[in-house]
């Protein structure tokens, strides 16, 4: 079963507004930590934030931020203020934590291409 | 500077050849490394997890004979494509992590192989 959902297979954005991407998990683990990456075309992944299923404030890391929903299994991503650079794909990771078998296992969601525009 | 470095980042080749792609951590020790494949506009699918001095251990539908995993010391694995064919044609990614639980996993900069 799918355990990382993104049902936004592309979008285009204007430069210089905010974009939200969604992202829905579906993990029993109790402990288990949400990544976002970005894959430009050259197609090296770049770490962008990161949110503990523990963490009791929403993670923010300059432009980005998560919102962080756990009730609803979900962790959005918002890229405020959108530069030409953005243009990329971008990942939703979850890695479970509870177990040995899961310890370290990325499981990525299908992706969303995001197209800023000028 | 890339904390884990993934080489070559393009191959081509001929059918039946092996290639050898190597993931290096720089600055870090890792114990467990892993290996992804990437089909053009599609997402990450784990192969393996390489554990340094022991097996690896590999995901269901993954051919262990095909794609041979050494990961021989605690900053090197290697993913061998034994008789590479066409159809293993993809982007290949490695991902190391640290200890530490909240530390991102530190991706190579993926390699290209192309088998023709």
């Known amino acids: 079963a799918q355990k990382i959902t993104q049902t936004q297979p592309g979008m285009f954005v204007q430069e210089k507004e905010a974009v939200t991407l969604d992202c829905t998990y579906d993990?029993?683990?109790?402990?288990?930590?949400l990544f976002w990456y970005k894959q430009p075309s050259s197609g090296e992944m770049i770490f962008l934030i990161y949110?503990?299923?523990?963490?009791?404030q929403n993670a923010t890391e300059g432009r980005y931020s998560l919102n962080f929903q756990k009730a609803r299994k979900s962790a959005n991503l918002v890229i405020s203020a959108s530069q030409l650079g953005d243009s990329a794909m971008y990942f939703c990771?979850?890695?479970?934590?509870?177990?040995?078998?899961?310890?370290?296992?990325?499981?990525f969601g299908a992706g969303t291409q995001v197209v800023v525009t000028p | 500077g890339a904390v884990v470095s993934q080489h070559p980042s393009w191959v081509i080749c001929k059918s039946g050849t092996s290639v050898k792609i190597e993931c290096r951590s720089l600055?870090?020790?890792?114990?467990?490394m892993f290996w992804y494949r990437q089909f053009p506009k599609q997402s990450l699918m784990l192969m393996a997890t390489s554990n340094e001095g022991s097996k690896a251990t590999y995901e269901q539908g993954v051919e262990k004979d095909k794609f041979l995993i050494n990961h021989a010391s605690l900053t090197l694995s290697t993913l061998t494509v034994t008789s590479a064919h066409p159809e293993d044609s993809s982007f290949y990614i490695c991902?190391?992590?640290?200890?530490?639980?909240?530390?991102?996993?530190?991706f190579g900069d993926g390699t290209r192989l192309s088998i023709l």
């Open positions: 990771a979850m890695r479970e934590g509870s177990t040995t078998d899961s310890w370290g296992k990325f499981q």
């Open positions: 993990t029993s683990d109790p402990s288990y930590g």
């Open positions: 991902s190391a992590r640290q200890i530490s639980s909240n530390q991102p996993q530190h």
């Open positions: 949110q503990g299923s523990y963490d009791q």
């Open positions: 600055d870090f020790q890792a114990t467990t």
